[in-house]
């Protein structure tokens, strides 16, 4: 069933991941509204709105970093982690 991909651990764990997130949020969402706000993207919106922006992001700089040759894909996924964190508080 799953023969479509070629799956190895990193993609699973990624798959899984998201698939969490969006649980999760789900969940979240269920017991506590979400509250739209203004952040310093300039446009409003709510949590789930800046998670979806958060994980596009740093798929992007994720992309940008191996389109540059970046040496370490650890020192760049921590950066963009640290985008998407700041993005998903403040954004």
Do not use: C, N, Q
């Not at 699973?12 to 969490?20: D, E, S, V």
């Not at 994980?55 to 996924?77: D, G, K, N, R």
């Not at 921590?78 to 700041?86: C, E, I």
């Amino acid at each position: 069933m799953l023969d479509w991909m070629y799956w190895t651990t990193p993609v699973a764990i990624t798959f899984i991941g998201i698939a969490l997130m969006i649980t999760g949020m789900t969940i979240w969402g269920h017991y506590r509204i979400p509250i739209r706000r203004k952040g310093f993207l300039g446009i409003v919106t709510d949590r789930g709105d800046r998670l979806y922006i958060s994980i596009i992001t740093f798929a992007l700089l994720m992309v940008v970093s191996f389109a540059l040759e970046v040496p370490s894909a650890l020192l760049s996924a921590l950066a963009a982690a640290s985008v998407s964190a700041v993005i998903l508080k403040w954004g």
